[in-house]
C-alpha cells in the first residue's frame, strides 16, 4: 500500500446523493443474474478477464468479463458455495462448498480438472503466493495445501489454535505469513519453518482480509465489526480504524493505500489508510455484500443478498480519472497544453476511455500548433531583425 495522488486526498469528501448516483452508472459495466439465493463467493482473475461467483443455491460459475457469454461452468455442488479463488498467474480456479469439498476448473475451458472432498466446512479458500499451492482453512484452525500441479495434498500448514482460517496473506518476500480467524486472532508465521511464530488476539469478530505494508514491517486486518488495525509481527498494535458498521467482505489495494469494506446492508465503503476516512460509499445492491479487486485495482467486483454479480470500474480509480480529465480540461482552456497533456496522459493510464483518447490527441495537436507558431514568430523576429541590420546608416545631420 502507497501513499495516495494529491488528487485522491481532494476527493476525499462524500458525494451527494445524485452524485453518488451517477458515478454508480457511469462505473457498472455489468449485472449478471448469477445465483437464485444470495452471493457467498466472488472473485476475479489478476487481470480482471475472467470473474468467478458462488452462491448458497450450490452454483458455482466463472463469467467472461467481455460481453454477455453464458458462463463457463455451473452447478458443481447441491451444497452452498463457501469460497473462490484464481491462481496468481489467472490459469486456474477453485471454488469450495459448505461439504468441505474443493474443486479445480480451468477459466479458459470451464471444465473440471479435479476435486477432493472430507475437508469439513471450508472457512477460507485461496492460493499461496508463488501459486504452488491452493490453501484451504478448515475447522481445525490450520491450512491443508493442495498441489496446483497434480492437486494431491501437500503438507499442511498445522496450528494449536482450534478456529477457523478466515483470511491469510503472504509477505512480498514469501517469507512470512499472517493468517486470522473466526475467533478475530492472529497468527504470524515462518513459511520455511512452517509454524506459526506469535499468536494474538486481534479483534471481537472474525478476521476478514489482511494485507501488508510495501516494506512488510507491518500489516492490517479487517474485520467483521468494519474495524481495521495496523500491527507489527510482534503483535504491537500501531494504529486502529474503528469499527464503521458490520461487514461481511472485505478487500485491499494493490496499488493505492484503501481498503474496501462489504457491509452487512449491501454498501462498499472506500476507507483511505492508513488515516482510515471514508472517502467514498457505493450502493452495491441488497446485503450483505462480497467485494474484490483486480490486481490492477482497475476493476471491481460485487456480489449481493439477491444473487447478482457486479462488474465495475472502480469508482475509487475513476473518481481519480475524473479529477485528471477535469484538470486536463482547465489546463486546456487557458492554453496551457503541457500540463492538460499530462493530464490526460495520467487520466488515459487509469481508464482508456475513447474521450481522453481523442482529448490527449487534440492537447498534442494543440501543443504542436502552438509550438509552430512560437517558432514562426522567432523566424519573423530574426528576419525583422535581419532587415535592420541591412539598412544603410545614416549620419546625422
Not at 177 to 192: E, F, K, M, N, R
Not at 210 to 235: H, M, N, Q, V
Request: glycine share 10%; proline share 7%; aromatic share 8%.
Amino acid at each position: 500500500m502507497t501513499r495516495p495522488p494529491i488528487a485522491v486526498l481532494l476527493l476525499s469528501l462524500l458525494l451527494p446523493g445524485a452524485a453518488r448516483a451517477e458515478l454508480e452508472a457511469e462505473t457498472l459495466l455489468r449485472a449478471l443474474d448469477a445465483h437464485a439465493k444470495p452471493v457467498r463467493a466472488a472473485a476475479m482473475t489478476p487481470l480482471g478477464d475472467v470473474f468467478a461467483s458462488g452462491g448458497e443455491d450450490g452454483k458455482a460459475s466463472l463469467w467472461p468479463s467481455a460481453g454477455q457469454k453464458p458462463p463457463l461452468s455451473s452447478s458443481l455442488s447441491t451444497h452452498p458455495v463457501t469460497g473462490a479463488a484464481f491462481s496468481p498467474d489467472g490459469r486456474l480456479a477453485a471454488f469450495s462448498d459448505a461439504s468441505g469439498a474443493v474443486y479445480f476448473l480451468s477459466p479458459l475451458k470451464g471444465g473440471l480438472l479435479a476435486q477432493t472432498t472430507g475437508l469439513g466446512e471450508v472457512s477460507w479458500l485461496g492460493f499461496s503466493a508463488d501459486g504452488r499451492f491452493l490453501q484451504a482453512g478448515t475447522p481445525e484452525g490450520g491450512l491443508r495445501q493442495f498441489s496446483t500441479v497434480n492437486y494431491q495434498p501437500g503438507k499442511p500448514l498445522l496450528s494449536e489454535l482450534k478456529s477457523p482460517v478466515t483470511a491469510a496473506r503472504a509477505s512480498s518476500d514469501r517469507l512470512h505469513l499472517v493468517t486470522g480467524h473466526a475467533d478475530g486472532s492472529l497468527q504470524y508465521w515462518s513459511t520455511t519453518l512452517g509454524k506459526a511464530l506469535k499468536t494474538f488476539q486481534a479483534h471481537a469478530k472474525p478476521v476478514l482480509a489482511i494485507a501488508y505494508t510495501p516494506d512488510d514491517k507491518y500489516f492490517c486486518s479487517a474485520a467483521r465489526d468494519g474495524s481495521l488495525k495496523f500491527w507489527s509481527p510482534e503483535g504491537e498494535l500501531k494504529k486502529e480504524v474503528p469499527p464503521g458498521g458490520a461487514a461481511r467482505s472485505a478487500a485491499f489495494s494493490e496499488k493505492t493505500a484503501y481498503a474496501v469494506l462489504g457491509g452487512e446492508d449491501g454498501k462498499l465503503r472506500f476507507l483511505r489508510l492508513p488515516q482510515g476516512d471514508l472517502v467514498l460509499t457505493l450502493d452495491a445492491g441488497p446485503g450483505p455484500a462480497l467485494v474484490a479487486l483486480s490486481q490492477d485495482d482497475k476493476l471491481l467486483l460485487s456480489g449481493d443478498g439477491a444473487g447478482k454479480l457486479k462488474a465495475w470500474k472502480n469508482p475509487f480509480v475513476y473518481r481519480q480519472y475524473k479529477a485528471a480529465l477535469d484538470l486536463g480540461d482547465k489546463s486546456f482552456a487557458s492554453n496551457r497544453f503541457d500540463m492538460a497533456i499530462a493530464k490526460y496522459a495520467e487520466a488515459a493510464a487509469l481508464f482508456k476511455e475513447p474521450e481522453v483518447e481523442e482529448k490527449l490527441k487534440k492537447a498534442r495537436e494543440a501543443k504542436a500548433a502552438q509550438l509552430a507558431e512560437g517558432r514562426r514568430k522567432m523566424q519573423e523576429a530574426r528576419e525583422k531583425l535581419k532587415d535592420r541590420m541591412r539598412k544603410p546608416r545614416t549620419d546625422a545631420q
